[in-house]
T-cell receptor, first 112, second 112 residues
Framework: DVKVTQSSRYLVKRTGEKVFLECVQD?????MFWYRQDPGLGLRLIYF???????EKGDIPEGYSVSREKKERFSLILESASTNQTSMYLC???????????FGPGTRLTVL | QKEVEQNSGPLSVPEGAIASLNCTYS??????FFWYRQYSGKSPELIMS????GDKEDGRFTAQLNKASQYVSLLIRDSQPSDSATYLC????????????FGKGTHLIIQP
């Protein structure tokens, strides 16, 4: 079974704080992705990575950065959290040859 | 701008009937197509993938793809109350590690 885990299910942070969201997969997937999901807007791609130390911007990268130091781990960083970053954050991973992605359980982040 | 369109619903179907979910996409170069199921408060779960024109069956689920019409559908036979969820259509241009483009989902309700 594919397993993608995320560091927290629920997180509450204050405006201006630096926030780290971590994602780990155990299937040796090359590709990893970060999305956010908001009511009425659906799932939107923030950043993705197709190899260690590689990263690509998605559709809404502003206010976010990422780190992929090891193949199994992909971190999303909010340098200075703002209230409009309150959202459900979803990590996924997959093999490059099929485009299939498997999602972690998600982190619901609230920024006060 | 890649777009994936779904009717938001709710789509109400009696238990035991066939539920039909539809999706259209704008990028004619799209190669990979996916259906995810998402229960309220949970992350998306992969149900089906389809890559070539025609039908693909897996248990009670059938995915149908028509690239000429840029249309993909999901049929759920013998619908059960546990099928009540939001169904997300996702599309990828293929050939690389780009993230998926998601529709906003169709909310399906199976009435006992």
């Amino acid at each position: 079974d594919v397993k993608v885990t995320q560091s927290s299910r629920y997180l509450v942070k204050r405006t201006g704080e630096k926030v780290f969201l971590e994602c780990v997969q155990d299937m040796d997937h090359e590709n990893m992705f970060w999305y956010r999901q908001d009511p009425g807007l659906g799932l939107r791609l923030i950043y993705f990575s197709y190899d260690v130390k590689m990263k690509e911007k998605g559709d809404i990268p502003e206010g976010y950065s990422v780190s992929r130091e090891k193949k199994e781990r992909f971190s999303l960083i909010l340098e200075s959290a703002s209230t409009n970053q309150t959202s459900m954050y979803l990590c996924s991973s997959g093999w490059g040859d099929t485009d299939t992605q498997y999602f972690g359980p998600g982190t619901r982040l609230t920024v006060l | 701008q890649k777009e994936v369109e779904q009717n938001s619903g709710p789509l109400s179907v009696p238990e035991g009937a066939i539920a039909s979910l539809n999706c259209t996409y704008s990028d004619r170069g799209s190669q990979s197509f996916f259906w995810y199921r998402q229960y309220s408060g949970k992350s998306p779960e992969l149900i089906m993938s389809i890559y070539s024109n025609g039908d693909k069956e897996d248990g009670r689920f059938t995915a149908q793809l028509n690239k000429a019409s840029q249309y993909v559908s999901l049929l759920i036979r013998d619908s059960q109350p546990s099928d009540s969820a939001t169904y997300l259509c996702a599309v990828n241009a293929g050939g690389g590690a780009d993230g998926l483009t998601f529709g906003k989902g169709t909310h399906l309700i199976i009435q006992p």
